[in-house]
């Protein structure tokens, strides 16, 4: 599923995605069939939006964004088919 946001929440984005670099540890690592994978929080308004990436050697990764609602599951099946 693709999103397009508006250019309010794309500065928001690109804000988020600074921080990540600055930090990458700023992320909670997930376990388990996800291990490896970061979930960054973050707010637009009074919806909350997950950030998932990963660290591979120097790069970054960033893997999907969303709402939290059926985050995970979206997130899963995303990474089955890639």
Avoid: C, V, W
């Amino acid at each position: 599923m693709k999103i397009k946001l508006p250019k309010k929440e794309k500065q928001i984005l690109d804000q988020e995605i600074k921080k990540i670099l600055e930090d990458p540890a700023i992320g909670d690592e997930k376990k388990g069939d996800l291990r490896g994978i970061f979930i960054h929080k973050y707010k637009i308004k009074t919806l909350q939006y997950l950030l998932s990436y990963r660290i591979t050697g120097d790069d970054l990764e960033l893997i999907m964004i969303g709402p939290h609602e059926n985050y995970y599951r979206d997130l899963k099946a995303y990474l089955k088919r890639a």
